[in-house]
Structures are given as structure tokens and as C-alpha cells.
């Protein structure tokens, strides 16, 4: 199958790579849903963002960050056909359905119904806290940490 007059993307759209983005999408879903039962069972009132919405989001924000980081160290060692492929099942599949900046937007638009000075600094607070996240995810998987998680260079 080829998309228009790229044929560097036709490689993309195989039914092993659209598998992998669907199972990765299957399990982070899953995971999502378990941080929202999670946060029904013990809700924190006082945000204006459900508790599971921010921790998914920044811890989202670091592993895409880490994620992203690994696979620009694979791209360097010459190793990024096997690593585009965990790329596919983790970063695009698990986290494009783990995180959702939709329901933050949500949240955010429903306290903003009057001035709310705490929805403002809470939601400042959650996206300086998922950009330093990503971040640091980015770095950790540049620099390897080896001492933690171990994938091969």
C-alpha cells in the first residue's frame, strides 16, 4: 500500500507495524483505565484536575521523553530498525493512549468556568511538571541508564 509520492512511508503503514501501534494502544488504554478506577475510589476534591489525569500525563511525559531518548541513542549505534519498532509498540501504541492531553484541556476548561486563580496555578503546575518530566525522560534515555533499565547499545 503507498501513500501518495512518499515512497519512504509505504513502509509504515505494514500490518506488523499498524499491530504493534494497536497492541501498544490496547495495553496503555488498559493502564489508563486503572489510574482512573484508581482515582474513583480515592478522589482528592480539592484539584480542580482528577489526581489520575496529572500522574498519567507527566508520567507520560517522561517515559515518551525516555522513550524518545533511547531512540535517538539506537539512531546513533546504527541499531534503529529493531528500535523503531519498540518506538511503534510503546511510544505511538502504549503512550498516545496512556496520555491524554484532551482530558486535561477538559478539566481545565470546566474550572475555568469563573476566574479560578487555583485552576491557573494548578494547571501551570502540571504542564511545567510534564515538560520538565519529558526532559528528564529525554536525557535518561540519552544517556542510558544502564544501571536501571538495560537495552542494548
Not at 27 to 33: D, E, P, Q
Not at 56 to 63: E, Q, W, Y
Not at 105 to 110: D, E, K, V
Not at 132 to 140: E, N, P, Q, R, T
Request: net charge positive; proline share 3%; hydrophobic share 55%.
Amino acid at each position: 500500500m503507498r501513500f501518495g509520492k512518499n515512497p519512504a512511508l509505504w513502509h509504515v503503514w505494514s500490518l506488523k507495524n499498524i499491530a504493534l501501534v494497536a497492541t501498544g494502544g490496547f495495553f496503555g488504554t488498559l493502564a489508563r483505565a486503572l489510574f482512573d478506577l484508581l482515582e474513583q475510589n480515592l478522589p482528592l476534591d480539592w484539584l480542580v484536575v482528577p489526581w489520575s489525569t496529572a500522574i498519567v500525563n507527566v508520567l507520560g511525559a517522561f517515559l515518551l521523553g525516555f522513550i524518545a531518548g533511547r531512540a535517538a541513542r539506537a539512531r546513533e549505534n546504527r541499531i534503529s530498525s529493531v528500535f523503531d519498532k519498540y518506538y511503534l509498540l510503546f511510544g505511538t501504541g502504549f503512550m498516545g493512549s496512556f496520555t491524554t492531553f484532551s482530558s486535561f484541556a477538559l478539566a481545565m476548561s470546566n474550572s475555568a468556568q469563573g476566574p479560578s486563580l487555583s485552576a491557573i496555578v494548578e494547571g501551570g503546575a502540571i504542564i511545567s511538571l510534564g515538560l520538565a518530566a519529558a526532559i528528564s525522560g529525554l536525557l535518561c534515555g540519552q544517556i542510558g541508564l544502564s544501571w536501571l533499565i538495560r537495552v542494548r547499545d
